[in-house]
């Protein structure tokens, strides 16, 4: 028998598979698309949840609560394409264009959102709910599990110290890369260079970064009520995006120069705003 087995071994050792190829497929109502990397994200075709992170064939994603921008969009219209190794879903509804964009061969989720005005309740934000089985390693500051709330439903105390998804913020400019990781990966959310320019508050506000309770959840605020200092910002916001590694912290600096050629609703092409590097 181990005759047999071992020139299989051998080969599978020196060939290992081989990812699947890049490109967008329908799922029932799902978009699944594959970075040809190993990452293979899948997208509700009826109101733009992501409901699947899958990495390596680890799946990233909670079960229960999904990856939205606000606390989801209800219903909307969602469509895809694919161009020059480029792929685009779009989910609109009548106030908001959400773009999620994969490129062959990396695992990073590229982001785009337009809005034309505030959601109605009342913060712009995207969230990825992710599994903390997973990616149990978050801001220690803010992991609430197995914690009592104390204040409201926002500071608890776990093992006599306070916790709270607000202790996790930092100024957005010092706040390029924030995320969680578990064994051999890491989901990040990248904000570059530009990307807070839209965001309500300016460069010294702070907003929630993270939590960790039965979900692990990873946020980019552009608009909140959280100690408002001035009217809700419109237009587009980002780039920016949802990275995952192998559990390596990526790097701030994040080349979005491909977006001109995408026409995205509200996206100033790098050539006129100068910024096409993070």
């Known amino acids: 028998m181990a005759r047999i087995w071992a020139p299989l071994l051998a080969f599978l050792f020196y060939f290992p598979l081989a990812f699947a190829a890049f490109g967008v497929t329908k799922s029932g109502n799902n978009f699944v698309v594959d970075s040809g990397a190993g990452l293979v994200t899948t997208i509700n075709g009826a109101n733009g949840d992501l409901t699947s992170l ?31 190794n480029i792929a685009v879903i779009t989910i609109k509804t009548s106030t908001i264009t959400h773009y999620y964009i994969v490129r062959s061969g990396t695992n990073t989720i590229y982001i785009g959102t337009f809005a034309s005005a505030e959601p109605t309740v009342g913060e712009l934000r995207f969230i990825a709910r992710l599994s903390k089985s997973a990616l149990p390693n978050g801001s220690p ?5 197995g914690g009592t709330a ?6 608890f105390l776990v093992n006599g110290q306070t916790r709270s998804k607000f202790y996790s913020s930092n100024r957005f400019i010092n706040d390029q890369v924030h995320g969680a990781t578990g064994s051999g990966v890491g989901a990040f959310v990248i904000v570059p260079g530009t990307g807070y320019e839209s965001s309500s508050g300016g460069p010294f506000f702070r907003d929630i970064d993270n939590q960790g ?5 990873v946020y980019f605020y552009m608009n909140s009520n959280h100690e408002q200092t001035e009217s809700y910002r419109t237009g587009f916001f980002g780039p920016y995006a949802l990275a995952v590694t192998t559990g390596s912290t990526p790097s701030g600096t994040l080349d979005t120069s491909f977006f001109d050629s995408l026409g995205l609703q509200g996206y100033v092409p790098c050539f006129r705003s100068r910024h096409c590097k993070g």
């Not at 899958?54 to 161009?83: C, H, I, P, R």
């Not at 500051?141 to 599990?145: M, R, V």
Request: glycine share 10%.
């Open 150 to 155: 104390i204040e409201g439903s926002d500071v």
């Open 54 to 84: 899958k990495f390596n064939g680890k799946e990233l994603q909670d079960s229960s609560k999904f990856t939205q921008l606000s606390s989801g969009l209800g219903s909307a219209t969602v469509t895809s394409s694919v161009n020059n």
């Open 141 to 145: 500051a803010a992991d609430i599990q």
């Open 213 to 217: 309770g039965d979900q692990q959840e």
